[in-house]
DNA sequence: CTTAAATAAATTGTCGACAATATTAATGGC
DNA sequence: GCCATTAATATTGTCGACAATTTATTTAAG
């Protein structure tokens, strides 16, 4: 069920298995955003050595999950609004140039894969009309399947392996649930016939858009946040 | 002259020196790339302990220099010409999209540098048509400027702390001495225009014409030299 | 009482040694 | 003579300890 990364081989070393652990306490919100990452106290927590434990901060560090200054520590990644907006820049013009090269390069069993996944989106889409976790889970699913369909390394490595885990935390930190999901897959499916066409010049234009109308979603929403914490503030 | 990182602080603790020098020598070829990697035999010819040596060796996994495999050891990244273009397409998207932000959300002292560096560039265009050395640092200047331009902190961090030292890594082992340099100067020219003009969406369509336009730039040198050698194999 | 300097504590960086794994060399069977 | 298995070697992963630096506390001065 959970996500393989390809980029991201089997964790066969302890410090590989810490690694996983902390980075699914940090996005799922166990260790605090922003808060400082004490050596000696996670590593006696896990149990290990603090070198074991600096090889896992290091590779957290990888995926952008924590940050270290020198002589003076790791601290978990701060999740602010700039930040996520930021991603999402990031993401439309990656996501947009992998679905292009998607477009030219994925295989047709690849494609056939991809449309199996939307069709087993859409047979649940009745019943989870206020249940959207699985939604969420389908649209990375979705999205990672196209950026691996682009058969670019690069951009599998930048998306899925350090971008990808980031994206997470931010949506489970801010609580997105997000309300666009059947909007969402019906703009999945368009990316789809883009790909299935062949047009990578239109299936750049349809992930980009698609991304960037999620991103314009958050602005959307921070905004009424504000205005209406403006009002409580009066 | 150096061109300072900053998403990069100065190099205080010993493992960073290192790192550096290692990264110079990779990118210049003094490692070859491809090579393994002996922990032992590097941490001896730094005289450095082997934990310092790998704390050098995971920052130059960060930027993709190197690549470890668990119990195995590491090996410095094989150029091989699919990843040089894998790259320029990397870079097609996000300094496409670093340009269209630069052009939003420079300031005007901020154009003004860029449209000085080209000056300088201008100035020094008549003397250096065989040169081009100067327009290789100068052509790498110009695309530093406008990523940090951008003011967005994930594209600086991508383009500048990750894919930077692999794009010349990539120039110096080619021994891409660019032909196109007058040519790149004048597109220069027209992407600093857009910027000034904050029309973000020409300044995003004039940058990624301009590298996908190096990129077939190589693809066609390339295709030249492969042909020659298949001449020659007969 | 506030601020500055000096001291003490804690944390990070670096080191060398040992354990676990992978690679190479040697041995034996066919 | 060639391949599989086993032994030997070398390399990587992990550990605990010490040195260097930062942070917190105490002390002293104004």
Excluded: W
Aim: hydrophobic residues 40%; glycine residues 6%.
């Amino acid at each position: 069920m959970a996500l393989v990364n390809p980029t991201q081989p089997q964790a066969v070393t302890t410090a590989d298995k810490v690694f996983e652990q902390i980075q699914h306490a940090i996005v799922e919100g166990h260790i605090p955003a922003g808060s400082k990452i004490s050596e000696p106290g996670l590593a006696k927590q896990f149990e290990i050595s603090r070198s074991t434990l600096r090889e896992a901060l290091n590779r957290l560090e990888k995926c952008h999950l924590v940050e270290r200054k020198a002589n003076v520590g790791s601290r978990v990644v701060d999740c602010s609004i700039e930040g996520l907006l930021e991603i999402y820049v990031v993401r439309e013009a990656l996501e947009g140039m992998a679905c292009r090269q998607a477009a030219e390069n994925m295989s047709e069993q690849e494609i056939a894969e991809l449309k199996s996944v939307l069709a087993q989106h859409a047979k649940s889409q009745d019943l989870k009309d206020g249940v959207s976790y699985y939604q969420e889970e389908g649209d990375l699913d979705f999205h990672y399947k196209v950026i691996v369909g682009s058969h670019n390394q690069q951009l599998i490595n930048i998306l899925c392996g350090q971008l990808y885990h980031l994206v997470r935390m931010y949506r489970i930190q801010f609580g997105m649930n997000s309300p666009r999901a059947t909007r969402a897959f019906d703009e999945h499916l368009h990316i789809v016939e883009a790909i299935a066409d062949r047009d990578g010049e239109l299936a750049e234009i349809l992930m980009r858009r698609h991304i960037a109308a999620s991103r314009k979603n958050i602005e959307k929403k921070i905004a009424l946040q504000s205005a209406h914490s403006s009002t409580e503030d009066n």
